[in-house]
C-alpha cells in the first residue's frame, strides 16, 4: 500500500551543487506533479506531467527540471543549488482527468524537506 | 491575481465547538473543482472534502462540511465538534480545467481543551 513515495526525506546541500528528488507512485496515475511548500506561501506547483514523455511547466519553474520516462517515476533535479530553493517538496499524484468536475483528489508523498547552505 | 485566498493565517477554537476557515477563490471557468486538505504537523496531506462548481448541495464528509457560495465565490470548510486531532494546517485548493490544483496559503487551527 505505498502510494507516492519520495526520496530522501531530510537534506543538505551546498550552494551550487546538484541532486534529484525522487518521486515514485504505484497507483498507474497518468498525473504527477512537484510542489514546494515555504511558509506563509502555500503550495506552489513546480512541473506537472499528464502522462510519460510528456512534462509542462507549473507557477515556480525556474532552477527545476523533470523528466517523465516512466508512468511511475518522476524525478525533480536540482542543477545548481541556492538557498532560495530550501523548501519543502512534495509530489503528488492523481488520475489525469481534465474535467476540472472531476472530485478525484491528488494524493502526496510525505514531502522531502531540503535545506542549501 | 491570486487563484485561492484564505485571509485567516491562523484560528483558535475551543474543543466540541464549530469552526469555519474561510476560502475565497478566483475564476472565470464555469467548471471547477474545490477541495480541502488537512496538514498535520507530521507534514502529510491529507484530502477532507470536494465541492465541484455544478454540485447543487453543499458536500458533507462527517464532520467536515463545504458551505459553497458560488455568486459570492467562497467555499468555507466547516468542522463541527472540533477535536484536539484537528488541530493542523488546513489548505483549500482549486482545480480548473485540467489536473493544476491551485492551493491558498493555508489557516493554522489550534483547537484548546
Known amino acids: 500500500n505505498a502510494g507516492v513515495t519520495q526520496t530522501p526525506k531530510f537534506q543538505v546541500l551546498k550552494t551550487g551543487q546538484s541532486m534529484t528528488l525522487q518521486c515514485a507512485q504505484d497507483m498507474n496515475h497518468e498525473y504527477m506533479s512537484w510542489y514546494r511548500q515555504d511558509p506563509g506561501m502555500g503550495l506552489r506547483l513546480i512541473h506537472y506531467s499528464v502522462g510519460a514523455g510528456i512534462t509542462d511547466q507549473g507557477e515556480v519553474p525556474n532552477g527545476y527540471n523533470v523528466s517523465r520516462s516512466t508512468t511511475e517515476d518522476f524525478p525533480l533535479r536540482l542543477l545548481s543549488a541556492a538557498p532560495s530553493q530550501t523548501s519543502v517538496y512534495f509530489c503528488?499524484?492523481?488520475?489525469?482527468?481534465?474535467?476540472?468536475?472531476?472530485?478525484?483528489?491528488?494524493?502526496f508523498g510525505e514531502g522531502s524537506w531540503l535545506t542549501v547552505v | 491575481a491570486q487563484k485561492i485566498t484564505q485571509t485567516q493565517p491562523g484560528m483558535f477554537v475551543q474543543e466540541k465547538e464549530a469552526v469555519t476557515l474561510d476560502c475565497t477563490y478566483d475564476?472565470?471557468?464555469?467548471?471547477?473543482?474545490l477541495f480541502w486538505y488537512k496538514q498535520p504537523s507530521s507534514g502529510e496531506m491529507i484530502f477532507l472534502i470536494y465541492q465541484g462548481s455544478y454540485d447543487q448541495q453543499n458536500a458533507t464528509e462527517g464532520r467536515y462540511s463545504l458551505n459553497f457560495q458560488k455568486a459570492r465565490k467562497s467555499a468555507n470548510l466547516v468542522i463541527s465538534a472540533s477535536q484536539l486531532g484537528d488541530s493542523a494546517m488546513y489548505f483549500c485548493a482549486m482545480r480548473e480545467t485540467g489536473n493544476q490544483f491551485y492551493f491558498g496559503t493555508g489557516t493554522s487551527l489550534t483547537v484548546i481543551p
Open positions: 475564476t472565470s471557468d464555469p467548471s471547477y473543482g
Open positions: 503528488a499524484s492523481g488520475q489525469n482527468y481534465p474535467a476540472a468536475q472531476s472530485g478525484n483528489t491528488i494524493y
